[in-house]
């Protein structure tokens, strides 16, 4: 078998196509754009690079971005005041206070600070908690996104098996939170799990969420399953090369010889987390305006 190759890139071009489209709508019926406030604190080049593409991704969805670049040395007091102001503001919808934050300054309580209705990003422990009792909020982009690629994929998931390998708080447990909503059974595999590759090999549904690089190769998988490779790993440099290729969690030659369909990397999951987060943004416009959100955002 050869696995169909799940592509995340163009699934997520066309969502936010959707997403510039209701946009475009949101703001001749509501008279503003819908805005997402995105706050950087310090210098780390990969979240530059991250922030950079947000805002343009944000522009280019019909909605408005503003961009908060702060110094390394900002205060936590500074931080907090940004971020009631941003509560404040009802030209912004979406606040992500990108992460990671300088040592000094402590995640948890600045993600505390957001508005839950704001917090686009599903991270405050609100958001955390109406979606582990089924409440409307705002789920983490990540897994949301891989949610869409699997139901677009598979359609019902009742009944099947699925295996998500990590639990971290923005993917792993949100993920597994997800498929048990959409009645999979779900095991949430970890680094303590013993004899992981059997328990891997049960699953109709994986979902590698661990961050080491092709793990997961073609022996660990049921016949047809269906591989979200969530990993991002760069491997050493070839001989010549300034950078090293970039690689998910699974082997993906040797996986797509069992999988039924698989992500690949990159190219998968990646560009779904912008789209996902432009979608999520532009909910909050809707509940903010008071409007209902259109059904296939
Ligand atoms: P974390 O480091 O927070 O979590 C990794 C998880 O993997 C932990 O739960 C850990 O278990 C588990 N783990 C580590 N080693 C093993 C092992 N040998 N066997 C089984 N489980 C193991 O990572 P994140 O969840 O933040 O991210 C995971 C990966 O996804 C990374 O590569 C990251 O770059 C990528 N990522 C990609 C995104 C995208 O947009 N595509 C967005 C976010 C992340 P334990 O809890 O026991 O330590």
Redesign the pocket.
Known sequence: MTATRIDGKAFAARLRERVGAYAAGFEKSVGRKAGLAVVLVGEDAASQVYVGAKGKATLAANMASFEHRLPSDTTSEALMALVEQLNNDDSVDGILVQLPLPDHLDEQSIIAAISPDKDVDGFHVINAGRLSVGQTGFVPC?PLGCMMLLTDRLGDLSGLEAVV????N???KPMAQLLLDANATVTI?????ND?ASVVRRADIVVA????PQ?IGKDWLKDGATVID????RLPPEPGKEKGKLVG?VAFDEASEVAGAITPVPGG??PM?IAVLLRNTLVAAHRNAGLEAPADL
């Open positions: 990540t390998i990590g639990r971290s923005i993917v792993g595999a970890h680094s303590r799990t992981l969420a661990v961050g080491r793990m969530v990993g991002i790993n969690d999951v990646g987390t």
